[in-house]
């Protein structure tokens, strides 16, 4: 029994920070990009079973509406993203076309903190994050984030 407990002991204590997370569901997070001039989001709407959608500013105008100061649900973003939960980390992880995971592109939020790191292409960068437990809160904080970028880019002078 003893040569047993200490193989089992040890697998708890060094992996249950990455086997044993509960699942996110039904929650949002809406991330403030730390250390940017111009105020930077990225929200996350958590479905569960490792499907999120992802929402992020329209800076290239795909919906082609003249309008890229405003943010909006990415269908490609949402459908090559995908996250897993442990109990201290959510880690949003991204796939290219071919269906591979990028290994130089990631999020992960501290369930605690809600501090959020991003590494990007070799660019690693934090955000601050703040929980939505209902849609219709989520919504409208990324409407609110949109409305102050808004006022904050009516203060250019050219």
């Known amino acids: 029994m003893r040569s047993f407990l200490l193989p089992f002991t040890t697998f708890v204590f060094l992996f249950s920070s ?17 250390n940017t001039e111009i105020p930077t989001h990225i929200a996350f709407w958590f479905k569960g079973g490792k499907k999120m959608e992802w929402y992020e500013r329209d800076i290239t105008d795909e919906d082609n509406d003249g309008d890229d ?14 996250y897993t939960a442990s109990d201290q980390y959510i880690k949003v992880s991204h796939k290219g076309d071919d269906g591979k995971i990028y290994s130089d592109w990631y999020e992960q939020i501290d369930r605690f903190t809600l501090q959020m790191a991003e590494h990007f292409m070799g660019v690693d960068t934090t955000a601050d994050c703040k929980v939505y437990s209902s849609k219709d809160g989520f ?16 203060k250019r002078k050219i």
Do not use: N
């Open 69 to 82: 100061v405003e943010y909006s649900f990415s269908e490609g973003g949402s459908k090559r993203a995908s």
């Open 139 to 154: 919504l409208s904080q990324i409407q609110k984030v949109e409305a102050d970028l808004r006022a904050f880019l009516k």
């Open 18 to 34: 990455t086997v044993f997370g509960e699942e996110v569901k039904d929650v949002g997070l809406v991330c403030k990009r730390q």
